[in-house]
């Protein structure tokens, strides 16, 4: 639901393109790994996600579940809360392999927030955290190295600065751009995985942000 949602959305935000290493999408039961820079970019990112027949598993902060309206609906798609830093952080990462091992692609954001910037400038993804490499070893899955660039054109900054960016950008119609990359198997050492994860992601961002002109950014 929430999928479909968002491919209704993101096109009155702005132009979505999408690019593959791949002539096809990884099969079921793949770790699907965002890098995350905006509010708006899981929506982006589902949106490009359902144009490859692709509904995933998300994992996301627990906080959502609480906002009236998406709460229900994360619930209905069979989403997975994390609850980081308590007792029940360890529900998140059985909950995921075992919608891995149903088939299911799952989405994860290893970096675990958003940028602290304010600016609407691309840059190379955050340090990520160690769940990303903890759940691949654990399900024994393969992961999905996804770069989208141009969602802080949509809506980045202050709250004022983000609701004015929301309202405009129907007008404005940035592009936006998502590129999937080869599927890659991660190393059993956890340090050693969530380094090779960050590489792969890395290197399919900057092939996002190329796609939009984004100098700068490919040498950040």
Known sequence: MISRIAAAVVPSLGHLTTTSDEESFPGSGSIVVANHTSLVDPGIVLAALLRHGVEPVVLATAGLWRIPVLG?????????????????????????VAALRDGRHVLIYAEGRLPLRKDSAESAPERFRSGLARLALAADAPVVPLGQAGARRVVSGGAAKQIAGLLTAPVRRPRLHVHFGS??????????????????????????????????????
């Not at 209905?76 to 995921?96: C, F, I, K, M, N």
């Open 72 to 96: 229900p609906l994360l619930v209905r798609g069979g989403h997975v809360p994390v609850h980081r830093g308590s007792v029940r952080a360890a529900e998140s990462l059985d909950e995921a």
């Open 183 to 220: 599927p890659v198997r991660l190393p059993g050492d956890i340090p050693a995985a969530t380094a090779a994860a960050h590489r792969a992601v890395t290197a399919a961002w900057r092939t996002a942000a190329a796609h939009l002109g984004e100098t700068p950014a490919l040498t950040a």
